[in-house]
């Protein structure tokens, strides 16, 4: 007998639907096959639900098994077909309905002991689950919450693969749905510990009203890691999609931590030694950083020092808010629109220029540090700022909650009002231009910056000094 | 001597990788080249050079004078007129000179001639320094020679070409090698503005050697030599040395004391070099109208600015502390003294007056 229940596998940040068919073939001696380019932790789910089933107190067939994953010709990864193997191989062997298994998805793990374990991703196999017109979907207690938040179809946790066939039999009713925490987001860390830095904090402040991306240049221990934690914190608060949006990757990622929802824009910051796979994404067609980083803040300390194909491949999603990545698998594209923050020492020792102490880098080592940062990487920086170490120990400085104030009202002035330049304004971009070599793609990024200077006035139109501010905003990487 | 001798030797020693210059002041060059190898080994040549003069006899100089005409090359031996004159007081001039550029007339120029020369790895405030000794000279009217090295050297050749005016630089390879390679860009705008020279034959690979040899054309070639910052031992000081036994004035840029990257320009001083702080002193030295006084400005943020940076080089932050202005207000006037030309960063971020 054949039977069918349907599960989902997550590829980039979206899910898409299996159809996982059982075939119980009567009068042949036992076997148990999975089939349709399967990799190896779905080949080991036949212990896991061989045991599953047989710890829920059903029977495993003693006849050949055969479990094909469709379509087939597709790769198919991790644990999440457990629990849509064992109900088509229950409804197979006449155990449950087949027409109840075929009505609803499945998508958890199994333990030998058969309960239902949590899975990444489930905000989006919910969202598939409701696309293709599921009646509910079969979730392990600890993915409720999340598969909830995407209400796109009635989400049916289950302890175990006892109550899952209870449930699909009308034997037992699921448990509600607990609603998503509110408790609020703990808060981040504060602009308030940083003394000192006025030229920096302004600099993040503009960053964050103007969404341009910031390298910081600076000796070792200047501040630079402090100051780019708590930019996330005077953002604009992200907007409801945007939440979800963040937790829909964070689910796929595996990184949502207990809540179940994501409440703050995220700040990732991958240490140098981190592959272009790991940046970008590309490993199995999982997200990157670039991707984790979405909506929020992704850091990059020692510029220098990550792999240069790895910074070149930031260049697209730094410019499209987007990453696409092909493999042999596949090709997906996946959200990357992400605050890039940068920072560098001003060369390998750090005290290049220091008046105290002596830099003891050779020419050669200073010009082949430099030339690790590309022109047209070094481009996209719209804001770039030396951050000297800071000789203030004097009182600490604004709170994040009063430059967060400041910023969305920015935010929210340059997303209403195009900025115009006044005459004089224009007079003297065009003259700095002239003098200071810019090409046109500098001009037009001091420009945006200069607008979001205006912004953070309260000004719609652009003037001489808020130019003439952000000219100052373009320290070279040299 | 014939002046195609003069070339075939200087293509001998070329292709040989040996320096013929001694040989040929002490025998000519009519003879090293008719002479035998036996005779040129008692002379004192190197198996290599032999094969080179041999090689070299048949030549075709004249084909060879066209071939680099046709890429914007141009050569003169010692005995010919087009020779500079300036080169001639050395007791070991080169036995011809190569070049390439807009400006021929720049190795002997009427107007007065400063070789500014330094460490290749120098400090930001050396840096700066260096490119507004060069922009006072150019802006003058004077021709800025160096050796376009790294360092010192490129700041030098492009403080002129920022200001419009001429300069020369002295290479230890051909004229038409760019060493190091990442001064393509001044080399480029030199080579369009100025004139690159060179004793050594077009193609020819830059060897250690070869650039103390240089360091002699460029103190020839200027009527002063300045040296910006140099270690104890650099080779800015050999410069230095050869202006000395030209007779030439030696000018040195006084360091902190103790510092090893000023050890050198403060040795200099000490055996009486003359003292150079800023471009009115270089100005003077060299006989050349002083850079005009830049008007005062009007009161405001940047009149409080300027005068803040007279005092001291600072950060804006340190700026924006001592003078209780908004980081904002601070910046913008920052950049409106910039763009006057009145102060200038360095890749600290710190600004300085000039």
Redesign the interface.
């Known amino acids: 007998m054949i039977a069918t229940a349907t599960s989902f596998w997550i590829t980039g940040i979206d899910a898409r639907r299996i159809d996982v068919e059982a075939h119980v073939e009567s009068g042949t001696a036992p076997a148990f096959a999975v089939v349709g380019l399967a990799d190896r932790a779905v080949q080991e789910a036949r212990q896991r639900v061989r045991s599953g089933i047989k710890s829920a107190s059903y029977r495993f067939p003693p006849e050949r098994v055969t479990v094909n994953l469709a379509p087939a010709r597709e790769r198919k990864q991790g644990s999440g077909f457990d629990l849509a193997i064992a109900l088509a191989i229950l409804a197979a062997s006449g155990q449950v309905e087949s027409a109840a298994v075929g009505r609803v998805g499945a998508a958890a793990e199994l333990g030998l002991d058969g309960r239902l374990r949590p899975i990444q991703g489930t905000i989006a196999i919910a969202e598939a689950a409701g696309r293709q017109g599921l009646e509910g979907l079969l979730v392990a207690p600890e993915n409720a919450v999340e598969a909830g938040l995407a209400e796109a179809v009635p989400v049916l946790p289950a302890y175990d693969l006892y109550e899952a066939v209870q449930i699909l039999a009308g034997q037992a009713d699921p448990t509600p749905v607990p609603a998503a925490g509110s408790e609020p987001p703990p808060a981040g860390p504060d602009l308030r510990d940083v003394c000192g830095q006025p030229a920096a904090r302004r600099a993040l402040e503009i960053a964050a009203a103007g969404h341009h991306n910031l390298l910081m240049v600076g000796p070792p221990g200047s501040g630079k890691t402090m100051l780019a934690r708590r930019l996330p914190g005077i953002m604009p608060p992200p907007s409801l999609p945007e939440l979800l949006e963040i937790t829909r990757i964070q689910s796929v990622a595996g990184t949502l931590n207990g809540h179940g929802r994501a409440y703050a824009r995220p700040f990732r910051a991958p240490h140098h030694s981190a592959s272009q796979a790991a940046l970008v994404g590309g490993s199995s067609l999982r997200p990157g950083e670039a991707t984790m980083a979405h909506r929020g803040v992704l850091f990059l300390d020692e510029l220098p020092e990550f792999n240069r194909a790895a910074l070149e491949a930031l260049r697209l999603p730094m410019q499209d808010g987007e990453v696409l990545i092909s493999r042999a698998a596949g090709s997906v594209r996946l959200p990357a629109r992400s605050l890039v923050v940068a920072a560098m020492n001003p060369c390998p020792c750090g005290h290049h220029g220091d008046p105290r102490r002596e830099c003891v880098c050779t020419e050669q080592r200073l010009a082949s540090y430099r030339s690790r940062i590309s022109g047209p990487l070094a481009d996209r920086f719209d804001l770039r700022v030396a951050v000297p170490r800071s000789e203030a120990h004097g009182a600490p400085g604004e709170t994040s909650e009063a430059v967060a104030a400041r910023v969305l009202a920015a935010h929210e002035l340059l997303a209403t009002s195009p900025a115009d330049l006044e005459p004089a304004a224009e007079r003297l971009l065009a003259d700095a231009c002239d003098r200071l070599l810019l090409s046109m793609r500098a001009r037009r990024r001091m420009q945006s910056v200069a607008a979001t200077v205006a912004a953070l006035d309260g000004r719609p139109a652009v003037g001489e000094d808020d130019v003439a501010e952000a000219l100052a905003y373009r320290v070279e990487p040299r | 001597m014939s002046a195609a001798d003069e070339l075939r030797v200087v293509l001998a020693g070329a292709t040989s990788g040996v320096d013929a210059g001694r040989l040929a002041r002490r025998y000519g060059c009519g003879s090293l080249l008719r002479a035998g190898p036996g005779t040129l080994q008692r002379m004192g040549a190197l198996p290599a050079l032999i094969d080179g003069l041999r090689l070299a006899r048949e030549a075709d100089v004249a084909a060879y004078r066209g071939g680099l005409l046709d890429r914007g090359i141009e050569c003169a031996t010692v005995s010919e007129p087009a020779y500079p004159e300036r080169l001639r007081v050395l007791h070991d001039p080169p036995l011809a000179l190569f070049w390439s550029g807009a400006r021929p007339d720049a190795v002997d120029p009427p107007a007065p001639a400063a070789a500014i020369v330094g460490a290749?790895?120098a400090?930001?405030a050396g840096l700066l320094l260096a490119q507004r000794l060069a922009g006072a000279v150019a802006e003058a009217g004077g021709v800025v020679v160096s050796g376009l090295a790294?360092?010192i050297d490129a700041a030098a050749h492009r403080g002129a070409l920022a200001a419009g005016g001429v300069t020369v630089a002295v290479l230890g390879c051909g004229v038409d090698v760019v060493y190091p390679r990442?001064n393509r860009a001044v080399f480029e705008q030199i080579r369009e503005a100025g004139l690159l020279v060179s004793e050594y034959p077009p193609g020819t690979r830059p060897a250690t050697w070869r650039f103390p040899a240089r360091n002699r054309l460029i103190a020839a070639l200027a009527d002063a030599t300045v040296v910006v910052e140099a270690r104890a031992r650099s080779g800015a000081l050999i410069t230095a040395d050869h202006a000395l036994d030209l007779g030439r004035d030696v000018l040195a840029v006084p360091g902190t004391p103790g510092v090893?990257s000023a050890a050198g320009t403060n040795g200099l001083l000490k055996s009486g070099a003359g003292l150079i702080e800023n471009a009115d002193d270089l100005c003077g030295w060299l006989g050349l109208d002083r850079p005009a006084d830049p008007p005062p400005l009007p009161p405001g943020d940047e009149r409080l600015l300027l005068e803040a940076l007279r005092e001291a080089p600072a950060?804006?932050?340190?700026l924006?502390?001592r003078l209780q202005l908004p980081?904002?207000?601070?910046?913008?006037?920052?950049?409106?003294l910039?763009?006057a030309g009145r102060i200038a960063?360095?890749?600290?971020?710190?600004w300085r007056t000039g």
């Open positions: 290749r790895k400090s930001d790294l360092g990442s090893a950060l804006p932050d340190e924006v502390e980081p904002a207000r601070a910046a913008a006037g920052l950049t409106r910039e763009l960063r360095d890749e600290q971020g710190r």
